[in-house]
């Protein structure tokens, strides 16, 4: 590994250094060689990787420590938080020289843990591992994972579960939550660490005329970015609390996450979430939301010589960009998975009226997007009660596409229309077989989540391709982990 341990550079008062605490009897989960080839890992350390998953090893090169952080916590100021049982143990560069996070969670209690053990359990680092491979392989930005290891140690939530460890790669695990925490228990510490901010993640801006601003529209168009992104596969994080969304746009902080199966916009994935405020339909205005409590924490950042209320102004001006930025990469990706002209005034309005009959006949989000790539419009149609709805879509869907380039639309379609997401179920049949230590399927998961793009008959099972029947409970996933 080649390391840039950058992050201990920072005041001690934002971070607790200690070692992980191992699990008894750690065992092999699954290894992500791909991902430890792009993170420069050498031979040794490649053999090692059940001792550096389970923390029984660590570097010289870096002392393991907890960040603290604070934030709201749906939509409730939650005070100081921080790693309750995460440790940053490694700061390294990939083969594109870029500094990458390796993060233990599971790693035992810390001083931020609050009433927690400081522990994970298999079921979630297993959900996690898989989710952000998924996302990764669909486009994107997310944190990943090298890899994970059971234990023979129980943990005790509902019952007691076997203990497990996952470690987590991102390109930054600095959240909102930093600043929150920063503004209200040491503000002095705020200049310093917003400037390393961006000589960290966004050098470019250090080369503006206000770098903060510019950092701040940075950040904003990433975060929304990453919303459109995620609003286009259908894909729900279920807890978006302001110290779960990092700096970077990059997906972080899985928990009871789920990718939609049937188009329900109103989903709650969250069974914790019992007012409905993290539903993927509400995910653009917490975004916002999020958004706009981070900036409230930069107001004191105000440069000498400059208006305060101008200052305020112009990072409300900032925001304002959030929404054209999700909208014009939504209407966009939209666009490009029904397979219509970008400029064409008719495409968004027959992409929402798409949405709107799979909302209404509660059809599959990801299967029916390939059903219109296949042109199979009469099995969209059979599976329809209300046939001309669909028949009056499908008029206006193919004047729309009259005269077009079809190769060149259908091929755009291809890019942006998975064959394979992570259906919870698909999810909860891997935990239940890696209880009984076997993680075949976790492994078939894995390597079928590589390519969701491409159509692999030869690893999918039926299973892979629709909802449970309506007639099956639907697994269950809560903050629980």
């Known amino acids: 590994m080649h390391f840039n341990s950058r992050y201990p550079q920072l005041p001690a008062r934002l971070y607790h250094q200690q070692m992980p605490l191992p699990l008894k009897g750690a065992k092999a989960g699954h290894f992500n060689a791909a991902l430890a080839e792009q993170l420069q890992w050498s031979e040794e350390d490649k053999a090692q990787w059940v001792e550096i998953c389970s923390g029984q090893k660590t570097f010289a090169e870096f002392e393991p420590l907890a960040m603290v952080y604070a934030g709201h916590q749906f939509g409730q100021w939650a005070g100081q938080l921080g790693d309750g049982r995460g440790l940053l143990i490694a700061q390294i560069l990939d083969q594109q020289g870029q500094t990458i996070d390796l993060h233990l969670k599971g790693a035992g209690a810390t001083p931020y843990s609050r009433m927690g053990d400081g522990r994970a359990v298999l079921r979630s680092v297993i959900r996690e591992y898989l989710a952000g491979h998924a996302l990764n392989c669909l486009g994107v930005a997310s944190s990943n994972a090298v890899g994970f290891t059971s234990s023979a140690q129980g943990v005790q939530r509902e019952k007691l579960e076997p203990g497990a460890m996952l470690l987590r790669t991102s390109d930054c695990h600095i959240r909102f939550g930093h600043f929150e925490w920063i503004n209200q228990y040491q503000p002095e510490l705020l200049p310093e660490f917003t400037q390393k901010c961006i000589e960290w993640h966004y050098p470019e801006c250090l080369q503006a005329e206000q770098p903060i601003l510019a950092f701040v529209s940075q950040v904003i168009q990433r975060t929304a970015l990453m ?126 009226a798409f949405l709107r009959i799979l909302q209404s006949e509660q059809l599959d989000y990801t299967q029916s997007f390939l059903r219109l790539q296949n042109r199979e419009y009469d099995a969209i149609k059979d599976d329809c009660l209300d046939r001309r709805q669909f028949e009056s879509f499908l008029s206006l869907y193919n004047t729309i596409r009259e005269h077009q380039n079809l190769a060149e639309l259908d091929g755009a379609m291809a890019l942006a229309n998975p064959h394979y997401i992570l259906r919870n179920h698909m999810a909860q049949k891997a935990i239940e077989l890696a209880g009984r230590d076997d993680f075949s399927e976790v492994d078939r998961l894995f390597k079928l989540l590589s390519q969701p793009y491409l159509k692999q008959r030869d690893l999918e099972q039926a299973e892979d391709l629709a909802p449970l029947p309506s007639d099956v409970p639907e697994v269950m996933v809560s903050c629980s982990s």
Request: with cysteine; glycine share 8%.
């Open 227 to 352: 919303i459109a992104q995620w609003q286009l596969l259908g894909f729900a994080h279920g807890v978006m609390n302001t110290d779960n969304l990092n700096i970077t746009g990059s997906t972080l902080d899985f928990g009871p996450y789920g990718f939609m199966e049937r188009f329900r916009p109103n989903w709650i994935n969250n069974h914790s979430d019992y007012q409905g405020r993290y539903t993927y339909q509400q995910q653009p205005s917490i975004g916002h939301w999020n958004l706009w409590m981070w900036l409230n924490n930069l107001v004191a950042l105000c440069p000498e010589n400059y208006d305060k209320e101008q200052w305020k102004q112009d990072l409300a001006e900032c925001l304002e960009h959030y929404e054209p930025t999700f909208l014009e990469h939504y209407r966009n990706g939209l666009n490009q998975k029904m397979g219509l002209p970008r400029f064409h005034k008719d495409s968004f309005d027959c992409a929402m």
